[in-house]
């Protein structure tokens, strides 16, 4: 027996909180592990004690992560940790261990013993395969939303004759669902979601396998339990059943995958199910200086539905916190270039340099700053501005529209989005093209005489076309994004289709701001410099530019940009939180949902929490959003911060404290022109001085005069002025 002291070599280096936890009975438990707890330790360890203390075997042992990779390094410490064979084990991800299940019970689970796994790019060909037998246009059912639709269901563990259908789109998703189904079962695949859903059934119907795993597994262990969704769950408990001792894992203050399916109240549900008293919390925190747990702890205690725990460390309190409010968007932008390239100097590298943004679509003014002054950068888990689907689809259009003979634009976006053209009108096209010598836009020109669909889209890029030198690039940007129906297309999709949406808008403030004599033009002969083509063609060039250079290759050292959830399992030594505005995060359509406040509270906290040494946060007064300045105010998640672990960067800035805890509801928005018009406010005038900002169903409207600041908050109801808040006497309505 492995002797349950300190001393051992296991137990070597432990705290007292994570001691408690390795050694815990063989019961279950659950372990509140804060950022930087050393949670993968104290997995790993536990694993390794229950197996030299003859607990349990390899054979005996569940253990499941949420990625491949968390697997292979908890593999490699309990190699080193102990001389057993590792792989004998059953540790993985949910959906490799359900893999491993259905391979051994194929004949159980109705599948062939040769079955195939579709990832997501196979899921959509064959749902694309059957929304074409069925004789369903992609105007009707996109192919992405039905994927969607069919892996929500299944993860939720419902199959399409369990579902309702309260209109006819949602019954004819759902047809389309079980037919899907039949084409999967005969054709012999599986999907991800599938794997999941097929391997919970089985244990459910068939007891003699169910008593079987119950029996064997007496340890079973999760790692990053706050991630998992209701079926995860349901699957662990039949594993469990009434004899396995389930050791979950997490941190319900890093519960941010909502989106995804995650059910944090998986938490309370295991300690009321399994008998946990109270959970193990690890608070001593190994990442952090001393200012940023502080700051962490200050933003999410202020969330009701939280376990708790109070992060600490015995690190130096280090730097305060900085926090600089540019002006506009691009002064943002510079300051973190002008900050990164100052820490460079200084010795730091690049690599450990972050910066992060609540959506997608705000890389692209830091990009271009990068970009421009010379600073290597990587976009981690994801791509670059002008590299992204939506983006890449606009700037085809913009080509066609000042030379429609880019044969790559049009095949890129004769179809996209779905307008019924299909790979042989395509073919037939390409073919007349080369058999007559001509370009694949003359082709079709010909062929728009006898097939409508075709000559649909030759008359989008000929309205196009027309526009160039009679509309500005900002409202050919927008006339390319709205009228060839991109943007309504990827309004119907599921997914990521917000990210695209925002990608889309974000293109068009990139045109409104783009000035064509800030670039340079070797790339464009100067008899076209005079041609009204000439913004379009600069603007195309700029882009290319950027999305070929400055982005680091493997192993180079370079800025980090991310968002804040790709950002989650990762830290640096200094990290940028940027576009820390009302509305923006938290985002406005959070403050709409019910609990969505709370997540983007938690994404804060996952934010502050992947800082070692200094943290950094920026907002900008004002900044470009769908073609047009808005003004912003300073997110209520930057005031929950003790203003003396701030050390402010900005003179101008005035910090105020009006938020309430909960979202306002979402009513009408209020005309925020008409204020600006009509009302002085007790000698504040609304003018060059006045910022206002709509958040909800409310504008706030801050006054400068002669370095006196004042704000006041007008929050509306369906029936006008519902609340006034003034933070000073002075300020009244005249």
């Given amino acids: 027996m492995f002797p349950e002291n300190p001393s051992s070599s296991l137990l070597q280096g432990l705290n007292p909180e994570q001691l408690a936890a390795v050694t815990w009975p063989p019961q279950s438990a659950l372990v509140l592990a804060g950022a930087g707890s050393g949670k993968t330790r104290v997995l790993t360890t536990r694993i390794a004690w229950l197996l030299q203390s003859g607990q349990a075997s390899v054979h005996s042992i569940m253990a499941v992560t949420f990625t491949n990779k968390a697997a292979k390094e908890m593999q490699t410490r309990l190699g080193a940790m ?138 079973i262990l999760v790692d990053e339990f706050q991630d998992t969704n209701k079926l995860q769950y349901a699957w662990l408990k039949l594993m469990a059943g ?159 529209a000042v030379n429609p003979d880019d044969d790559n634009a049009l095949l890129r976006v004769i179809n996209v989005p779905a307008r019924g ?28 005489v006898k097939n409508a669909k075709i000559a649909a889209f030759v008359r989008i890029i000929e309205n196009l076309r027309q526009q160039v030198g009679q509309l500005s690039l900002a409202e050919l940007t927008v006339g390319a994004v709205h009228d060839s129906g991109l943007m309504e297309f990827y309004k119907t999709q599921k997914g990521e289709h917000q990210d695209r949406i925002d990608n889309l808008q974000e293109l068009i403030n990139a045109a409104v701001e783009f000035r064509p004599e800030d670039t340079t033009f070797e790339t464009i002969p100067e008899d076209l410099q005079a041609s009204p083509a000439f913004p379009v063609l600069a603007f195309l060039s700029n882009a290319a530019l950027e999305s070929g250079e400055n982005q680091a290759g493997a192993g180079e050292d370079a800025v980090q940009l991310m968002t804040v959830h790709a950002a989650k399992g990762l830290e640096f030594n200094a990290v940028f939180l940027t576009g820390m505005e009302e509305g923006r995060f938290p985002s406005e359509m959070s403050l709409a949902e019910r609990g969505g406040l709370e997540e983007e509270r938690r994404l804060m906290y996952v934010a502050i929490t992947r800082a070692r040494k200094r943290l950094y946060i920026s907002m900008a007064q004002q900044r470009m959003l769908h073609g ?91 029936e006008g002025v519902k609340e006034l808040d003034t933070k000073f006497a002075k300020l009244e309505i005249v």
């Fill in 82 to 219: 102990l001389p057993v064979n590792v792989r004998a084990m059953w540790l993985g991800t949910f959906h490799g261990l359900c893999h491993r299940f259905l391979r051994l019970h194929h004949r159980d689970a109705g599948l062939p013993s040769a079955f195939q796994i579709l990832d997501s790019g196979d899921q959509l060909s064959l749902i694309k395969r059957l929304l074409k037998q069925l004789n369903i246009a992609e105007e009707i059912i996109a192919p992405r939303s039905l994927q969607g639709f069919i892996n929500a269901q299944k993860e939720a563990g419902l199959r399409a004759d369990k579902l309702d259908a309260p209109d006819p789109h949602t019954r004819r998703m759902i047809e389309c669902y079980a037919e899907y189904d039949k084409w999967c079962n005969r054709e012999g695949v599986v999907d991800f979601a599938e794997l999941m859903l097929r391997s919970y059934e089985l244990l459910q119907a068939n007891e003699i396998l169910r008593n079987h795993y119950q029996n064997r597994f007496n340890h």
């Fill in 242 to 400: 009434g004899n396995a001792a389930v050791f979950a894992v997490g941190d319900d203050d890093q519960s941010i995958y909502r989106f995804r399916g995650a059910h944090v109240g998986n938490m309370a549900a295991l300690m009321n199910e399994f008998g946990i008293d109270a959970p193990i919390k690890l608070e001593q925190n190994y990442r952090s200086d001393g200012h940023i747990l502080v700051a962490a702890n200050a933003v999410i205690e202020n969330n009701a539905e939280r376990l708790g725990k109070n992060l600490r460390t015995d690190a130096a309190a280090g730097d305060k916190i900085r926090y600089f409010s540019a002006f506009t968007d691009l002064d943002e932008a510079q300051f973190v270039v002008d900050e990164a390239k100052s820490l460079h100097r200084e010795g730091w590298n690049l690599s450990d340099i972050a910066v992060l943004y609540r959506s997608n679509a705000q890389s692209r003014v830091i990009e271009q700053t990068l970009f421009r002054s010379g600073v290597s950068y990587k976009i981690y888990g994801g791509l670059r501005f002008y590299e992204r689907q939506e983006i890449k689809h606009a700037l085809a259009y913009l080509r066609l």
């Fill in 421 to 448: 053209i299909g790979t042989r009108t395509v073919e037939n096209i390409q073919t007349a093209s080369q058999e007559q010598g001509v370009s694949l836009w003359q082709a079709a020109c010909a062929a728009a």
């Fill in 628 to 718: 047009q300045t808005q003004f912003g105010i300073v997110s209520r998640f930057v005031e929950e911060i003790p203003a003396e672990i701030v050390h402010v960067l900005s003179a101008q800035q005035q910090r105020f404290h009006t938020f309430a805890a909960e979202p306002r509801p979402k009513t009408k928005e209020p005309v925020v022109e008409n204020y600006k018009k009509t009302q002085d406010y007790g000698g504040f005038k609304i003018g060059q001085n006045v910022r206002h900002a709509k958040f909800g169903t409310g504008v706030i409207i801050d006054a400068v005069d002669k370095g006196e600041s004042a704000r006041l908050t007008i929050n509306f109801g369906k």
